[in-house]
């Protein structure tokens, strides 16, 4: 609950408002069409990602910004999609974020259920998550705060736009 959706969602508009066909493939949501099959255990993760690394990839031929936004833990999982789509088109993006901020909002009180025991295997309770280690966006705290939405979908907007991605 780190606020991937939402900055995904918020990175999205801007993208279209700048005139860039933009696609969001939300892990959660897949999890109910395209991914139902798959459950949280490490293979099935691994699955999941790489369906959507793939997916990713039609899209960006397509010439359409895909901005996926699942949890992804591992970071073989990752570098898979990022060797899938060569030439700097994979752009990782770190959200790092305390966990006591993640679980404070629980929006679906899945933590809570993971905590009293309810659900094994919950990311960043009891199953773990790898950071990365060369990732090219990191989204932080500022002054003891969580940026607004807009702020950290500019932060990746700058990105995109000092690397050159978003030229006509
Ligand atoms: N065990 C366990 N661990 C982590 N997450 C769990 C689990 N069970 C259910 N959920 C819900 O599934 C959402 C994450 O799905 P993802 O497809 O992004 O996960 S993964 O990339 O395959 O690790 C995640 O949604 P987000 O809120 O979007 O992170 C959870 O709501
Ligand atoms: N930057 C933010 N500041 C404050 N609250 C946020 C921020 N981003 C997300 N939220 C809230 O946190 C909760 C989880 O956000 P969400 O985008 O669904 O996270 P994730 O997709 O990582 O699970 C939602 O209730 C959302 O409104």
């Known amino acids: 609950m780190s606020g991937k959706s939402t900055v ?12 860039h066909l933009t696609y969001v493939l939300d892990g ?4 109910h069409g395209l991914n139902r099959d798959l459950s949280f255990k490490a293979e099935d993760r691994a699955e999941n ?8 990839k039609l899209f960006a ?9 699942l949890i992804s833990p591992y970071r073989k999982d990752r570098d898979a999609c990022r060797a899938l789509l060569p030439d700097s088109r994979f752009i990782e993006v770190f959200m790092d974020l305390p966990l ?4 404070a909002r629980d929006p679906k009180g899945l933590y809570k259920l993971a905590r009293s ?8 309770i009891d199953d773990p998550y790898e950071p990365p280690l060369n990732g090219e966006i990191v989204i932080k705290m500022k002054d003891g705060a969580c940026p607004s939405p807009k702020a950290m979908a500019k932060q990746v907007l700058w ?7 978003l030229q006509p």
Do not use: Q, W
């Open 28 to 31: 959660d949501n897949l999890r």
């Open 8 to 19: 995904a969602c918020a990175l999205s508009r801007e993208l279209h408002c700048r005139g």
């Open 117 to 124: 025991g309810k659900i094994k295997g919950f990311t960043g």
């Open 100 to 103: 006591e901020i993640c679980e």
């Open 159 to 165: 990105y995109l736009e000092e690397n050159g991605y």
């Open 61 to 69: 031929d397509a010439g359409i910004i895909c901005i996926t936004s």
């Open 49 to 56: 990602i790489r369906r959507v690394g793939e997916v990713a």
